[in-house]
């Protein structure tokens, strides 16, 4: 009955920086030999980071992918570790998998499939590996693979991997985060686990990286296709289990690569509880401020500042960046005007003092004043129009980026994907920051989110009259959202439809809506791409984001036809 | 002596607009059949535009494809034409060239070769084709081609093209733009007819989409690799030019697919004259001007607005508009603060005055003191610094936006690519605005382009004061740009070196640079990568540009080795 023990090293690598991701894999291997662990896994390009883009075009950094390799090999001894890093050989670059073996490199493993859609474009920098590499270590026989080589049912991965009998499956994976991706992954491998006969071991790796938040979760199936084990989500982690199979050992099979490696130790591990597995809420609610914190934390700020409306957008942002920051590092400041009513105010400074934040009042109507008398001779004195509400957005991004500059806070810009949809925002106004945490959360959402927070905090951290004010941008007297925009939740279904699912005008106005309201729906989104094109970058949580995931031109005439 | 007449339809689509891109193609058609062409060639995807990126994941993008292949049947009675346009067949997607014969659809071809390197993401978006399409028109024995495909030595298509024995080569091409590009089109095209003992046809893409801009210049080659016909460079054209072969009819081959066409008219082509070729100076100033155009015009704006500093950039980038939109569609402002000295604020004036330019005054002073009295409380009272040099930019940013939103004019940006790459610039500031025409232009190369402006106009357009001058932000007292940046001609080597040719420290060092000077300048590229991502888009002119060519992320702490 050959037992194996492994230990799945959920890590959060900083991109580039390999000295300390380096630092942080010695203390996973100490970890994993402290609990006698004769395989370690760490996640797909682990010594560097996901994704790396261009840099995987620099020699320098290839070099140093290898470098790190080479310097881990003394940390496996007596025990053997798979680990994800981008291998040169020649002219060509692979995204691979090394198998370090009792200190020595045993060999490796370059992955296959290359995903090249949505936020992936690995096939611009790797060359795809040609065959399978298959280990045998203490009487198991094992396929090592890299992420996208099991997302292809059926593909060739999966073939070779029935063709070879193996007892197990070693997935290494850097899997980005959308609401409701585990279930896709888990259900993958559970059919591949049952499919094979195969144990399957899947180790992911955590943390965020510009536009993308990993959310662990590796995961440890039997032969059977039942989870057996499961790392936490947005947490580092060492995840230890255990395998046993009936019969003894086998005849030598020299496709297989013999690793030396102790017997399983005498006590078999106990079975371990799973961490709980949080709801759709929970789990966006991590990814935003797992990726903030990130970001943050990654591009060497300490501190972030945002401008508080009183409406839900920041209040909600304003939160979320308290958890992933403290709140000792989240600046509040208020930028009235003539336009925003007292209850704005007023609930500016409640939500400030609610999450226990330091607010700063910059009114800024002396400066709106100085603008107006400038350009009046230029804008003639007629009504105020959009130039001069998108002149209050501006005033108060520089009143941020000012603070910013010279306190070297990174502001954090609260608009969500409905209104970055549709364009219903002020470049260089409310669009300037360093961050954008909810860009990819619809205002729906917003609302549910804030209502985690509450429900999290035992008590209305954003207050209920928050929640209850029709959204405004209060840019102009009495004005709210609902003047320019079809109400949120009407909206927010037709956006899902155009961008997520990218259905057309017909099948939208199939579902029920209004046709005149589609098409002018749609037509904000197309012409709104150059705005998008100068946000800054924000966390993916839907299956579609802006920004990497969805790349449209901005010059582009093509329009919905007009018959719906 | 059979006689093969052709026509290349050097078009400028515009992304999207089926209608007016077969408008124009029809056009093209009607005027090829005038001048008695047999055949006639459009670019790569002319049907739609190149690249249209994700738009290829729409249904109705791919349907209106498919259309306007259907619709265009009846005007290729009487002749041949080969169309490029995205076909899609079933699930997959093909960039492929229709063959239109006598009105009727006589095949296609599906490139097999897909760039997804650079500026190009093919593979994101189509399938590749497997085979090379073979034609015989008026006893022409012709291969069909698509851009890339050619662009493989001794691949797998130039060695499908020598096997079948061809005499002459179709080439549908969407090439980018960037100063020398032609050369090395011209080269591999003469090299493929050289060994294939060919003919080549390779017609080109012109005009701008967003940051790329083609050029044009089609090309006819004889068998013998001797250039026989050229189209002008970023203008549209009918370039008419006719191949003689010797020998008579051949026996009927199969592999060949026979296509219907008139017997080449009795009197032979006479030769045509070449238009002079364009210096590398020349080629660059063609290439910002059309892209500016196109930019402008494409996305539906008349007019342009840029504000003057008195400074090289912005009269470089007000020449190049004037004779992108018309001196009637540039408006130029002046916004002069306290440190704006007497000399450049007469410069801004020169330049609007020698361009013809309607210029607007808004002095800044006023705004800024409301800010600076808004911010003291929380900046405290000492010595203006950073936060209060990027105010001013960003007010002037804020005024030009306003002129933007009222009066609909776009806002044309003044960065070139020395500040934009060590990030010389400021975010919201002088970086706000839709379109940064010089954004690939470095430093150095804005003053060659200058004195090309005044050679071209016979006159200072651009004052040789402005062309004197140390450079300056003018952003505090005496400042100049030399105060924090090598001098350019030094700083562009060293950028040149490492953005253009991808050196690393240790290579850019043996070139003669101080090491200290090389590794700060490397530091400021590395870390003001989140300035580019919200920068406008430009034109790309050189190898590698800002943009969709260099995909570094944000989150980045790779940096180069300590020792150089």
Same mark, same amino acid.
């Given at each position: ?38 395989? #370690? ?10 994704? $790396? ?58 992955? &296959?499939?290359? $995903?090249?859609?949505? #936020? ?15 280990? !045998? ?23 070779? &991997? ?6 197990? #499956? ?71 289990? !255990? ?116 607010? &700063?009042?910059? $009114?800024?109507?002396? /400066? ?26 501006? /005033? ?41 945490? /909810? ?22 951290? &954003? ?77 993916? /949580?839907? $299956? ?21």
């Amino acid at each position: 009955m050959p037992r194996l023990r492994l230990a799945l090293a959920q890590t959060n690598p900083v991109m580039g920086d390999f000295a300390s991701n380096l630092a942080e894999m010695r203390r996973r291997l100490s970890a994993a030999r402290q609990a006698r662990a004769q395989l #370690v896994l760490f996640p797909e390009l682990a010594v560097c980071g996901y994704p $790396p883009e261009d840099l995987l075009q620099s020699a320098g950094f290839l070099q140093a992918n290898q470098q790190a390799v080479a310097d881990l090999r003394p940390d496996t001894r007596g025990l053997c570790a798979c680990v994800g890093y981008a291998r040169r050989a020649g002219s060509q670059v692979f995204n691979a998998a090394a198998v370090l073996n009792d200190g020595r490199l045993a060999g490796h493993y370059d992955k &296959i499939e290359l $995903p090249n859609y949505g #936020v992936f474009d690995e096939k611009r920098y790797f060359h795809p590996g040609s065959r399978l590499l298959l280990l !045998e270590l203490s009487g198991w026989r094992l396929a090592l693979t890299i992420c996208e080589d099991l997302w292809v049912p059926q593909g060739p991965v999966e073939q070779a &991997i029935l063709k070879a009998g193996v007892d197990a #499956v070693l997935n290494l994976s850097a899997s980005p985060f959308h609401a409701g991706k585990f279930e896709l992954r888990r259900r993958l491998l559970q059919r591949l686990a049952r499919r094979a006969r195969a144990a399957v071991a899947y180790v992911n790796l955590v943390g965020g990286q510009d536009e993308l938040v990993f959310d662990g979760r590796s995961m440890v199936f039997d032969s059977r296709g039942r989870l057996q084990a499961r790392a936490p989500h947005f947490a580092e982690a060492l995840l230890v289990s !255990e395998w046993t199979r009936p019969g003894g050992p086998r005849r030598p099979d020299r496709r297989f690569l013999r690793l030396a490696g102790p017997a399983a130790p005498l006590t078999p591990l106990p079975r371990s509880t799973q961490p709980p597995n949080p709801g759709r809420l929970e789990e966006i609610h991590a990814a935003l401020v797992t990726g903030t914190r990130d970001y943050v934390r990654k591009n060497g700020f300490k501190q972030a500042v945002i401008g508080l409306s009183g409406g839900v957008d920041s209040a909600l942002t304003a939160a979320l960046a308290v958890e992933a920051l403290g709140r000792g590092n989240v600046i509040g400041v208020t930028m009235p005007s003539a336009y925003s009513s007292r209850a704005t105010r007023a609930d500016a400074a409640r939500v400030a003092k609610n999450l226990g934040l330091r607010l &700063i009042t910059l $009114p800024i109507m002396t /400066i709106y004043r100085a603008f107006t008398a400038v350009l009046r001779p230029a804008l003639g004195s007629g009504q105020p129009g959009v130039a001069h509400e998108n002149l209050q957005a501006r /005033i108060r991004g520089s009143l941020l980026m000012a603070l910013s500059n010279h306190f070297g806070w990174l502001v954090l810009t609260t608009g969500n994907k409905s209104e970055t949809a549709v364009g219903y925002c002020t470049l260089y106004g409310d669009m300037a920051g360093g961050f954008a945490m /909810i860009k990819d959360v619809p205002k729906t959402l917003v609302y549910e989110l804030a209502g985690l927070v509450n429900l999290r905090a035992g008590r209305d951290l &954003i207050p209920r009259s928050v929640l209850k004010r029709a959204p405004t941008a209060e840019l102009r007297p009495n004005q709210t959202d609902q003047d320019t925009l079809p109400p949120y939740p009407l909206l927010d279904r037709m956006l899902k439809a155009y961008i997520e699912e990218g259905r057309d005008l017909r099948q939208i106005v199939r579902r029920g809506f209004k046709p005149s309201l589609v098409r002018e729906t749609l037509r904000r989104v197309d012409d709104n791409e150059y705005k998008r094109r100068q946000a800054p970058p924000g966390i993916k /949580i839907t $299956p579609k984001a802006f920004g990497r995931d969805r790349r449209l031109p901005i010059t582009n005439r093509f329009r919905p036809p007009r018959s719906a």
